[in-house]
Nanobody
Framework: QVQLVESGGGLMQAGGSLRLSCAVS????????MGWFRQAPGNEREFVAV????????YYADSVKGRFTISRDNAKNTVILQMNSLKPEDTAVYYC??????????????????WGKGTLVTVSS
């Protein structure tokens, strides 16, 4: 059974930083593209960032480009989302996702097949 467990969410003032982690079990992590998505209250889930199996290729939503960084540690089965210069509009539940394949798509669910339960990030102004 595939499990994705997010951690690192919390309350932060605008301009601050948070680091989200996602631990993956139940499938070969190093053969999976990984991603982060978010859902703000009253909104649909939206794409944040994805990374391919090796970490060599990443892709970001325009709204977070230059502020957020996705990375992975294949030895630890972990994917990280470093969030800097946080804004109140970044407030959302953040979800980790894993794909069955090593490369992501650029659209739709971005090739993601498995989802975590999410961690809440709240940014105050």
């Amino acid at each position: 059974q595939v499990q994705l467990v997010e951690s690192g969410g919390g309350l932060m003032q605008a301009g601050g930083s948070l680091r989200l982690s996602c631990a993956v079990s139940g499938r070969p992590f190093s053969s999976s593209a990984m991603g982060w998505f978010r859902q703000a209250p009253g909104n649909e889930r939206e794409f944040v960032a994805v990374i391919n199996w090796s970490g060599g290729t990443t892709y970001y939503a325009d709204s977070v480009k230059g502020r957020f960084t996705i990375s992975r540690d294949n030895a630890k089965n972990t994917v990280i989302l470093q969030m800097n210069s946080l804004k109140p509009e970044d407030t959302a539940v953040y979800y980790c996702a894993a794909g069955k394949r090593p490369y992501f798509n650029t659209g739709g669910d971005y090739g993601m097949d498995y989802w975590g339960k999410g961690t809440l990030v709240t940014v105050s102004s």
